[in-house]
């Protein structure tokens, strides 16, 4: 892309809608309307609508990543731990 081209191209909004972030996160409404209740998501409303800023929801979406992953590794050790009992259960 060149300087010219750089210039004229849009930027990302500052903002995004709900929509945008239900899409982002891998929610539905209801969850992301639950996630600012609880202040895990700052928002703010135009009109009765909320907005979101964009590196709020990225923050969010990178938490939520990073605590799957870890239930995930906790699940895989949980499961290992199983497969040896079982194992040492059948030689006993």
Do not use: Q, W
Not at 45 to 68: C, P, Q, Y
């Amino acid at each position: 892309m060149t300087e010219e081209n750089a210039a004229a191209a849009p930027s990302a909004p500052a903002e995004m809608t709900s929509t945008i972030a239900t899409s982002v996160l891998g929610v539905s409404r209801p969850t992301l309307m639950k996630l600012v209740n609880d202040g895990l998501l700052p928002s703010h409303k135009v009109g009765a609508h909320h907005r979101f800023k964009h590196a709020d929801v990225a923050k969010l979406a990178e938490v939520r990543r990073a605590a799957r992953l870890e239930a995930f590794a906790k699940l895989r050790e949980l499961d290992e731990a199983l497969e040896e009992h079982e194992e040492n259960a059948m030689t006993d």
